[in-house]
Structures are given as structure tokens and as C-alpha cells.
């Protein structure tokens, strides 16, 4: 199964990490993938004591907010290859990329190649694809899609990420 979290709102790598909990209480192996993301955030201190969740990251010590480097590229393929060989080694139940949306929009990685890596996914492995910008393509290739939205934020009152809450 195929499930996508997106949208501008806040909560779509938390989602995916509640699944990932969720997941690891019933005995499954998760595997998770961070892409454009390369810094050490709270719950990766929390998931390090979780033995069947494992955490790479594909990406710099910072979230690109402008035209991305070579380096990000060479990250992010080396992330979306690593994803398909843990698909294909079926020794994980739940697969998450979490921001490979956003990943797609910088062209970090080639739409196609994702598409293509989706269709090669068993049935019996659940890939989870968060990140704001889900191209139609994959939309149409999920199962599920949630699209979360922004109602309110308190960042736009000059508010900064908080430890633990948002890092």
C-alpha cells in the first residue's frame, strides 16, 4: 500500500513517524529515509531506542531554502537507491521518505524514477511518501492520501521551532 502525506500544514513527518510507533509495537521493521533533511531532531533520539526502527538521512546539515547544490542531488539519489534496495531486501514492513515530495519539487530526484520505485514496491510493504508539493502522479499512484492543510500558525507570529515540539 501506498500512503501520501502532504500539504502546507504542520504534521506530515510527525504522521509518518506515529505510523512508524505504531509499527514498531506490533513487531514490524520500519525503515525511514529523510530526504533534504540532515539534522539531528528530538525524535531521532527517541527512535535510536526503538531496535526495529531504522533512521537515514539523505540530505545537509540544513533544509535548502534556495537553489540546491550538487551535493543535495548526490544526497538525495543516493537516498531514493538506498530506498529501493531496502524495498527490494523485503526485510521492512513499513518503508517512509519522508519529504521526498519536497525533494521532487527542488529536483533533487527524478519524478519518474519515484513512479517507477512505486510500482516495484509489494503489496505487502507500506511506503510512506510525506512532503508538501505531491505531484498529481503521485497522488494518483497512493492508496491514501492526507492532505493537510494550514488553518492557523503561530510561526506567522514571529514564533521560532521549538525544541521537542518541532525539533
Known amino acids: ?21 505504531r509499527a514498531a509495537g506490533a513487531g514490524f521493521k520500519v525503515y525511514i ?30 533544509f535548502i ?19 529501493k534496495a531496502i524495498i527490494a531486501c523485503k526485510k521492512y514492513r513499513i518503508i517512509i521518505l519522508d519529504e521526498i515530495n519536497v525533494a521532487l519539487q527542488l529536483k533533487l530526484v527524478n519524478l519518474k ?6 510500482g516495484q514496491t509489494p503489496k ?4 510512506i511518501l510525506t512532503g508538501r508539493y505531491a505531484p498529481k502522479q503521485i497522488i494518483k499512484s497512493a492508496d491514501l ?11 506567522k507570529r514571529g514564533f521560532k521551532a521549538r525544541k ?3 525539533l
Open 33 to 62: 529515509a529523510q530526504f533534504v533533511k540532515g539534522y539531528c531532531c528530538s525524535e531521532h533520539k527517541a527512535l535510536k531506542k526503538i531496535k526495529n526502527i531504522k533512521l537515514e538521512q539523505f540530505g545537509r546539515d540544513c
Open 124 to 127: 505487502d510493504i507500506e511506503l
Open 113 to 118: 524514477d519515484l513512479l517507477d520505485l512505486i
Open 65 to 83: 531554502r534556495h537553489k540546491p547544490k550538487q551535493i543535495d542531488i548526490l544526497l538525495a539519489g543516493n537516498g531514493l537507491k538506498k530506498a
Open 145 to 155: 492520501v492526507s492532505q493537510i492543510n494550514e488553518i492557523k500558525h503561530y510561526y
Open 164 to 166: 521537542g515540539i518541532e
Open 1 to 21: 500500500m501506498i500512503q501520501v502525506y502532504t500539504g502546507n500544514g504542520k504534521g506530515k513527518t510527525t504522521a509518518a513517524l506515529g505510523l512508524a510507533l
